[in-house]
């Protein structure tokens, strides 16, 4: 398609993260960074991204969550993370 190459990535798709991440090998291999919201609730899809970026020579750099996940019954019941991962 002609697009250029990103420098960083946002990705906020609810549930199939994993799925995106397998399908852009070729543009994680190549990215400054990516901002990628997890939920750790959904182990296989979690342990899939963590992998995946890691393979893909990128380190994670924090880890945090909105207060509206600490809340009881809120979606996610605190198991949502906002990622940002780069290179080391």
Do not use: T
Request: aromatic letters at 6%; charged letters at 25%.
């Amino acid at each position: 398609m002609g697009l250029p190459q990103p420098n960083y990535l946002k990705i906020d798709v609810d549930g199939i993260e994993h799925l995106i991440l397998q399908g852009a090998k070729d543009v994680l291999a190549h990215v400054d960074g990516v901002l990628i919201e997890v939920n750790d609730g959904f182990l296989e899809q979690a342990e899939q991204c963590r992998v995946l970026l890691s393979e893909a020579g990128l380190k994670l750099i924090d880890k945090r969550h909105s207060e509206m996940f600490d809340r009881e019954g809120a979606f996610g019941d605190g198991k949502v993370w906002n990622q940002i991962w780069g290179r080391a």
